[in-house]
């Protein structure tokens, strides 16, 4: 094995205990002194193969060769041990602490050191941080200090374990442009001090800008590599999505009625209070569905809450049919039709604890249909509408009265949709609607998706599975960071060009004209 | 139908495991300690309910013959032994629901103690009224409801309104009813000749005993009648729903258009009524006393045991019954412990700990479950 290389991974096979093939012999490598691009959509595997690095995983087979020598991590600290440091979107700092206590965490007697060893380890920080020409308030609460500055404290902690390879998984999703600016030119500086880097991302600018070579995954699989000199976006685009014959679209053409739903100008803050969604305009009309495709994390959760009333909305307007609905809560919104098929079912969709049928009136529960005497629920009344929605989405269950976590993932899902679709809706929102189910269960409800569109109800459907988005979208909007880099008819597009919009190049995202409506 | 009959006799099951665990545990401290395991645990089961044969013979002699004749021979005594563990456990089925009710809604409340004082004032202050009988006890009751519900309020609109967590104010608020009782018993409530303690219940206000002889009251009926109540609200409607919605996971609440600050004060406001229920019980109807000492001796600690309640009866109101009964039982029973046995109070007591422990944990590790998942 070549010395020269930092990393080789050989045929690396990774299957969950769940079945789940997440990679199916994939080979990479690191050089030293390099900055290395990790590409790919959601599932692709980078972040199961670089768990498999970082020790947080074992590999199913496949050999890891570090400097040469066969390897075999157990935990994470086998991988620090060897010179490894994974740096996790969720970063893993103490709030309560100093930015220096935090950097000494974990290491051997950091509990109790004498204050000589403290101010060696102070000045060996401050030495770190002048030789990468970036610093941190090493005194300041760590919970004070912004994103970023966070995110320089996690990788100081990892150059002062002494590490050689380090990992970074998307890591300017929580960073602003300017940091982001300051970020890359710490990356520079560290590789051009001999350490080598992996960057997890799937934006192809961020690839362009700042790394050396690009390893690119595609549903557990190696898509190709490529220097990065010689890469153009459309080229890694191509490698991310592939070129799968898309099956056929089975759909009537509809009359396209009016506008059900308007957003304009709508602006929302994610969790971290950064505007993940600004100025953003569009519409929903009566039998179409519109598809927004896009590598999750671009706003699209957001979008999709601050619509159902789940996210505050900071600035513009949500209508449906015509009457503004920003600020109000759940309830009000399915009284004026909508219906919302959330995107995690097992944290908001259903209360897994909760029988069939407690389940299948959550929402709807305060209808006076199934309220007798008192506000009595009439059970009897609700196990029969139970029923009625098991019959109709011919959903598998022995018993209304079980709980729903005893339920298949793809059953329970049914149940949502189920339950939602029942609302006689005018506006259906569903996020994810079919991920992680089996291929019966995701063609019934996509099934069911289009006939909601044929009975005239508008559909806005949020997915990350690109074919879905073909399939099933009268119109399509890529979103990134916020904003949609363009919306077209599936006709319109190819799977470069949504590739290229996904990763944030618009220039291409031509057609805007009659489909933008 | 399988999962549904498992899912009443599971608990049951675990809940038989962990008492004969618990009994285990404190029959072996007793050997360790040189006491007599056998004999505790019988004289403790006798001071608890008696034995069977005088229960049998009283209960025949009371529908054949009647309280007065059965009261002539003494055999009515036979029902002693039980009608005192039932009496104990009258106020802590009430206490037991205030726990239970937060833990349903995924609250920590434990402000039942601060509740029962000044349920219980309240009630006294009705008898400085004077009103007809039956109505007085009904006035006297709702006093206590309303007294325990507002002392809840406050938490429910810190949290609301401030974020406060409950577990803080409620001990505050305990401490302030505390004292509220100290000053009140002392001054406006205080009997004039007898300063040691309030005023006494009117004739009218009382609730009698239902056996001569006997503690036991209607107040028990009252008790088992609020759990019925709480029972239907928490599984028979909508209400109900949206407070056990909101415990197991919030997020789906909100999603189903649950306002989670809604139900969380509504669910404080049960609590606070069923402790001052507790309060009210205990002065209205627990003979001789029908008043409040200045120490708060007789309503002392009934918020807090009904913590243990509720944990050991799964924070199910039906559960809370059985649970009330059982460590009505063992404080009970603690005086045959000592007296037939010889173990000594202290020894009584770390048996009582050590039984009490293991039954309630089953039900606080579901409950770290549900909290743990809905952090993470």
Known sequence: MSESLAIQMLSIQKIYPDGTVALKGVNFDLRRGEIHGLLGENGAGKSTLTKILS???RPTEGKIFIRGKLKNFRNPSDALRSGIGMVHQHFALV????????????????????????????????????????????DARTESLAVGVQQRVEIIKMLYRSVDVLILDEPTAVLTPV???????????????????????????????????????????????????????????????????????????????????????????????????????????????????????????????????????????????????????????????????PEDRRRLGMILEFSLSENSILGVH??????????????????????????????????????????????QQKLVCAREFDKQPSLVVAAQPTRGLDISATQYIRDQLVHLRDEGKAVLLVSADLEEIFQLSDRIAVM???????????????????GLMMGGVSALAAPVGEAAR | ?????????????????????????????????????????????????????SIGKALSCLLSQGIDACKETGVIYGLYELTNTLTNATPLILTGLTFAIGIRAGLFNIGAEGQVYIGAMAAVAASLFSLPPGLHVLVSILFALIAGALWSLPVALLKATRGVHEVISTIMLNWVGRYLAYYLIATAL??????????????????????????????????????????????????????????????????????????????????????????????????????????L????????????????????????????????????????????????????????????????????????????????
Not at chain 2, 210 to 217: N, Q
């Open chain 2, 190 to 295: 205080v009997d004039p000749n007898r300063a040691e303690k309030s005023i006494s219940i009117a004739q009218s206000a009382r609730l009698l005993p239902i056996l001569p002889g006997m503690d036991l009251t209607a107040s028990l009926l009252v008790s088992v009648l609020f759990a019925g109540i709480i029972y239907w609200i928490l599984w028979q409607t909508a209400l109900g729903y949206e407070i056990r919605a909101v415990g197991l996971n919030p997020d789906a609440s909100r999603y189903g258009g649950i306002r989670p600050t809604r139900t969380m004060i509504a669910s404080f406001v049960l609590g606070g009524l069923a402790a001052g229920l507790a309060g009210a019980t205990q002065i209205l109807g627990r003979p001789p006393t029908y008043a409040l000492y200045e120490d």
């Open chain 1, 55 to 57: 020790g947080l995983l």
């Open chain 2, 1 to 53: 139908m399988r999962t549904k009959l498992w899912g009443w006799f599971k608990p049951l099951v675990e809940g038989l495991f962990a008492a004969l665990l618990g009994f285990g545990i404190g029959a072996v401290l007793m050997l360790l300690w040189k006491y007599d395991p056998v004999k505790a645990y019988l004289a403790l089961f006798q001071g608890a309910f008696g034995d069977f044969g």
């Open chain 1, 366 to 411: 305060r209808e006076k249909r199934f309220h007798g005497w008192l506000g009595k629920i009439l059970w009897g009344k609700v196990g029969s509408h139970t029923w009625d929605l098991i019959k109709k989405f011919s959903i598998v269950a022995s018993d209304v009265k079980a709980p729903a976590k005893s339920l298949s993932g793809g059953n």
């Open chain 1, 95 to 138: 709030p309560t602490f100093s930015a220096l206590e935090n950097i000494l965490l974990g290491q051997e007697g950091s509990s109790n050191l004498s204050r000589l060893q403290m101010s060696k380890a102070r000045a060996r920080v401050e030495e770190m941080m002048r030789a990468g020409g970036f610093s941190v308030p090493l």
């Open chain 1, 179 to 341: 940091e982001v600016h300051d970020f890359f030119k710490t990356l520079r500086t560290l590789r051009d001090a001999g350490k080598s880097i992996i960057l997890i991302t799937h934006k192809l600018k961020e690839i362009l800008d700042v790394t050396d070579r690009v390893t690119v995954l595609r549903q557990g699989q190696n898509a190709g590599q490529i220097a990065t000199p010689e890469a153009t976006p459309e080229i890694l685009a191509r490698m991310m999505i592939g070129h799968d014959v898309l099956p056929s679209i089975e759909k009537k053409p509809t009359q396209i009625g009016s506008a059900i739903m308007q957003v304009s100008h709508l602006r929302v803050k994610d969790n971290l209070g950064l505007h993940s969604i600004e100025d953003l305009s569009f519409a929903v009309h009566a039998g179409e569905i519109l598809g927004i495709a896009g590598v999750e994390g671009n706003g699209q959760t957001e979008l999709v809450e601050a619509i159902t009333g789940l996210r505050p909305v900071e600035h513009g307007e949500i209508s449906i049919n015509e009457k503004n609905i920003a600020g109000q809560n759940p309830r009000q919104l399915y009284q004026q039709g909508l219906a919302h098929v």
């Open chain 1, 480 to 498: 990134y960071e916020g904003k949609f880099m363009g919306v077209a008819k599936p006709e319109e597009l190819d799977r470069e060009r949504i």
């Open chain 2, 297 to 376: 001796s007789n309503v002392m600690n009934l918020g807090f045991d009904g913590i243990a309640v509720a944990l050991i009866g799964r924070n199910h109101p039906l559960g809370a019954i059985v649970a009330a009964i059982f460590m009505g039982g063992l404080s009970a029973g603690s005086n045959q412990m000592q007296i037939a046995a010889q173990v000594p109070l202290e020894m009584v007591r770390v048996v009582q700990g050590a039984i009490i422990l293991t039954l309630a944990i089953p039900e606080l590790l579901s409950i770290f479950k549900i909290f743990r998942r809905k952090r993470g």
